[in-house]
């Protein structure tokens, strides 16, 4: 048997520490060859076990891992033709860079020689000749990403998998090591499994962004898909950017229905494609941040808007190309417009400002 | 300590100086526990270095100052005279039952670190008998030791009872050095050597034994001083042949001449040497390491 | 369940790991404890022979002699004399090399001069006080040249206060090195913060430093008192055989062949020893401490 695409399917994974618990909890997935897939999660989600169990680090306690057509439940990891690449790395402390990216074909038997021309050529390829013959303990941050990178792809695995790959780096390094992680899996055309808890990272990256929470998987979809189509409560406000309703519904009537909030004013929300609402039910409802329009009381409203919630504005935030502004609409819950730069200096806001709240009707969606 | 607080405005009031100001004016504690600290190890030292004076006395010397001349005289006494006993003989032994000792040690500890990186049924049972073990009675396990040969119609002899009994006192402290070595050991790079396609033994090999070198290095150190110097495990279980420790022991009863002196100075440079080997390998292999840290 | 299984794998393979460590202690621990503690059920023939059979006589005999409780209360008193020493000599340079001295690296190599003797003879250690203590020794001579005294002092050597010298200068060392690292474990952020929060000196020793250093004090506490009432050599040596402790009498009682009533006081001593360690082990999981 030889592995020789990269395509994975998680079929009814299951994996228990302890025999009470599932820490992965059900989970099925199928990951195309040579995508790009982040898992995302809280810590603890079991994000970093779904890939320890496809690496071969763990069994799962129930449930099947197909790679390119072979399940590879039992299988070692080397012939699974995977290949990890650690949190804050796990190099070698006592080789050089070079003996790092030798190790794979030193224990596959190869001759010094043969391997330290191939480990030449990784390296070259990463662009740390120079460095060669230093220790781990001498590199930077990134220059260490860069050795596990070539270290992990020395093996012509048809998947890598990268736990927290960034997070040992900081700010400016992690968004340029991002490109190059991009740029990687491009050239090497092979499927990336990539964990990680920060959203801009999973949504910047992925072809597929996998949400978890307590062991199952809550949305996955394309990145676009995840991040405006939200699932349900814990996706928004996991993925970020939404503000988050929740009421009752007062009416439904053809294409949409009224949301009521104790003594509020009804909201009118489109019923789009979900089914199965009916009067009295309780439901959750998301609008974007960055739909949300603030006008001043007795102005009038943009076209198209119809729902206007009075707030009032408890901060301010200056994020640099928007203004973050946090308002009262919802008792004891987030509610917050992205405002423009531009728009909002035309006529800024201070804090204790009354405004109303309001977005084009269709902006908001109900979620599950 | 209102003086720290004028001396390092820019940093506020900082603990390391509150306690020990890292620049600036000392505590009077400092003063004070220099002083204990200067007294602690003088006394630690002193008597071992009178011994070693003395012992270079000639054949006039006797057990206490002042010095009654310079010589190698006790040295030669000491392995030429039959009243010392066969202090060269004891002394082979000792040599090559601490090699023997320290191998093992250095050996079973490894396995064993290994072993409780992870917790399994019934690892408690086998922790706390190495707890026991070490603080057993010494000279109550030799006698135990002793009978049970006996009652095995063994003979007991340094390379079998006594081999035993002094590793049942060195791999307690094998295994103790080799948990706080673990702990530092990253269970990620035998992870990643097993990622990488090496087998079991290859990853042990080419990762775990070159990284925790030092650690085991201090293993051996432990496993050789302490079987060298070991006598109540070894008095009642060493058989008809004496180790070194207790020809030692037989001469503090009955020897009273500077031959006991000449001896402590010559166990105590074949001390000075391990130790000097074994640090000195330690700081080697941290050196070629270019002096990094591992990370925990 | 697999669950189960995988988990009874990892088990056999700690096991496999640990197999050879319990091949040495069941023989040469488990065994010759067992056979101690049968010993002591047996009767004795006179002449060094055991015969096999069950009485409870040798522990009465043990527990009726007087002199079980004189040696109980002269061990004790060298345990609780050595144990104070040892811990305020041991707490106070622990704590002089982790917080008043400024480069670490000499913090290191003061603290590496502190543990060389270990690695050295014991008894070698021990003797070398001769020539300091004697009647003709150096104390007594500074101690006459200087006019403080006339006649040499006899209680230097061969007493209970040189037994208590020679166990406080080999044992000091067993409470340094674990209360060493449990202080250098202590964030220093953490003594900051309690000075910013206007702790005095003495505050931070008393309510940061000590229960920080806890699990320190108690491994090394466990080394002194089990090696201390284990002893016998230092009490026979520099006493001048003045003075006998539980397991120095068990040694003359095996010298003269009392097998019997020897394996009975030292299944006591071991019994008071598990106590007592038992007890220090109760205030601080010391497999937590030590791996982690």
């Not at chain 2, 005279?81 to 023997?100: E, H, M, N, P, Y």
């Not at chain 2, 050991?185 to 090999?205: K, M």
């Not at chain 3, 055989?241 to 539980?246: I, L």
């Amino acid at each position: 048997m030889r592995i020789e695409r990269g395509d994975i399917e998680l079929a009814g994974v299951c994996k228990s520490y302890d025999g009470v618990v599932n820490a992965v909890d059900g989970v099925n997935l199928r990951i195309a060859d040579g995508a790009y897939c982040c898992f995302i999660g809280p810590s603890g989600c079991g994000k970093t076990t779904i890939l320890r169990m496809i690496a071969g680090h763990e069994d799962p306690t129930a449930g099947e891992i197909v790679i390119g057509g072979h399940n590879v439940v039992g299988l070692p990891p080397v012939q699974r033709r995977t290949a990890m690449m650690f949190q804050s790395y796990a190099l070698f402390p006592h080789l050089t860079v070079r003996e790092n990216i030798a190790f794979a074909l030193q224990v596959r038997g190869q001759s010094k020689a043969e391997r330290l021309r191939a480990a030449d050529a990784m390296i070259e390829k990463v662009r740390l000749t120079q460095f060669a013959d230093r220790l781990p303990a001498q590199l930077s941050g990134g220059q260490q990403q860069r050795v596990a990178l070539a270290r992990a792809a020395i093996t012509e695995p048809r998947v890598l998998l990268l736990d927290e790959p960034l997070s040992a780096l900081d700010e400016q390094l992690r968004v340029q090591m991002r490109q190059e992680l991009r740029r990687m899996q491009r050239e090497l055309g092979i499927t990336f499994i990539h964990v990680t808890h920060t959203q801009l990272e999973a949504i910047a990256l992925a072809d597929l962004v996998v949400v978890m929470e307590q062991g199952r998987i809550k949305q996955a979809g394309p990145a676009r898909e995840v991040y405006a189509h939200p699932r349900d409560r814990y996706v928004a406000e996991f993925m970020g950017g939404q503000n988050v309703l929740s009421g009752r519904v007062a009416k439904v009537n053809g294409g949409s229905f009224l949301l009521k909030q104790g003594a509020r004013e009804a909201i009118e929300v489109p019923l789009q494609a979900r089914r199965g609402i009916g009067v009295g039910d309780t439901i959750d409802i998301a609008v974007r941040r960055d739909d949300v329009a603030l006008v001043r009381p007795g102005a009038s409203l943009p076209p198209g808007c119809g729902t206007a919630l009075p707030s009032r504005v408890t901060a301010i935030e200056y994020q640099g190309y928007f203004v973050k502004v946090m308002l009262d609409t919802v008792p004891d819950d987030e509610f917050v417009a992205y405002v423009p730069e531009k728009t909002f200096f035309a006529d800024p806001f201070n804090v204790g400002d009354v405004v109303l709240a309001t977005w084009v009707a269709d902006r908001a969606r109900p979620l599950a | 300590m209102s003086a720290v607080v004028v001396d390092n405005p820019e940093q506020g009031i900082s603990a390391r100086k509150a306690i020990a100001p890292s620049r600036g004016k000392r505590p009077w504690t400092f003063y004070v526990l220099a002083s204990l600290f200067t007294a602690y190890v003088l006394a630690l030292y002193g008597p071992m270095f009178c011994i070693y004076i003395l012992s270079f006395q000639d054949v006039r010397g006797g057990l206490v100052f002042p010095m009654k001349g310079r010589s190698l005289h006790w040295f030669i006494d000491l392995f030429t005279q039959v009243r010392t006993g066969d202090v060269k003989g004891s002394f082979d032994r000792s040599i090559k039952l601490a090699v023997i000792v320290t191998i093992i040690t250095v050996v079973i500890s490894f396995l064993a670190g290994l072993g409780f990186r992870r917790r399994f049924k019934g690892d408690s049972i086998v922790f706390y008998m190495m707890i026991g073990s070490l603080v057993a009675p010494g000279l109550v396990l030799g006698l135990g030791t002793g009978l049970l040969f006996q009652a095995l119609g063994l003979s007991p002899a340094w390379y079998s009872s006594a081999l035993g009994a002094q590793l049942s006192w060195t791999l307690p402290f094998g295994v103790l050095v080799m948990f706080a070595v673990m702990s530092r050991f990253n269970n990620a790079w035998d992870e990643a050597a097993r990622d990488l396609g090496a087998s079991r033994w290859q990853a042990i090999r080419l990762v775990m034994i070159p990284v925790l070198a030092p650690g085991l290095v201090a293993v051996a150190l432990f496993g050789f001083t302490l079987s060298y110097d070991e006598f109540a495990r070894t008095l009642q279980t060493a058989g008809s042949l004496n180790t070194l420790p207790l020809e030692i022991w037989s001469m503090t009863l009955n020897v009273t001449s500077p031959s006991l002196y000449a001896l402590g100075t010559v166990t105590t440079i074949v001390s000075f040497v391990v130790i000097g080997v074994s640090l000195g390998s330690i700081v080697l292999i941290q050196k070629k390491r270019g002096a990094q840290k591992i990370k925990g | 369940m697999p669950s189960s299984s995988s988990t009874s794998r990892s088990s056999l393979t700690g096991w496999l790991y640990v197999s050879p460590l319990v091949g040495v202690l069941v023989p040469f621990f488990l065994a010759p404890i067992l056979v101690v503690l049968a010993a002591s059920f047996f009767g004795s023939d006179g002449f060094g022979g055991l015969t096999p059979g069950f009485t409870l006589a040798n522990y009465v005999e043990v527990l009726h002699s007087a002199l079980t409780l004189k040696l109980y209360l002269a061990t004790i008193k060298f345990t609780v004399l050595t144990w104070i020493f040892t811990l305020l000599i041991g707490f106070f340079v622990a704590y002089f090399l982790v917080f008043h001295v400024r480069n670490q690296l000499l913090a290191i190599g003061l603290f590496l001069l502190c543990t060389v003797p270990f690695w050295t003879s014991n008894i070698i250690r021990m003797i070398s006080w001769i020539p300091l203590l004697g009647k003709e020794g150096l104390i007594n001579a500074a101690l006459i040249s200087t006019g403080v005294i006339r006649q040499p002092l006899e209680v230097l050597l061969f007493s209970d206060l040189a037994v208590v010298i020679a166990y406080v200068h080999q044992l000091t060392i067993f409470m340094i090195v674990p209360i060493f690292n449990a202080m250098a474990r202590i964030d220093k952020r953490l003594i900051e913060a309690a000075i910013d929060a206007g702790a005095s000196r003495f505050d931070i020793l008393r309510l940061i430093v000590v229960p920080m250093a806890k699990s320190g004090i108690a491994l090394g506490s466990i080394f002194v008192v089990s090696i201390v009432m284990g002893d016998f050599f230092v009490v026979k040596v520099m006493s001048g055989g003045g003075s006998a402790s539980v397991v120095s009498a068990f040694y003359e009682d095996v010298g003269v062949l009392q097998y019997p009533t020897a394996a009975a006081s030292a299944v006591l001593l071991t019994l008071v020893l598990v106590a007592i360690v038992s007890l220090i082990l109760r205030s601080v999981d010391i497999r937590r401490e030590i791996t982690r």
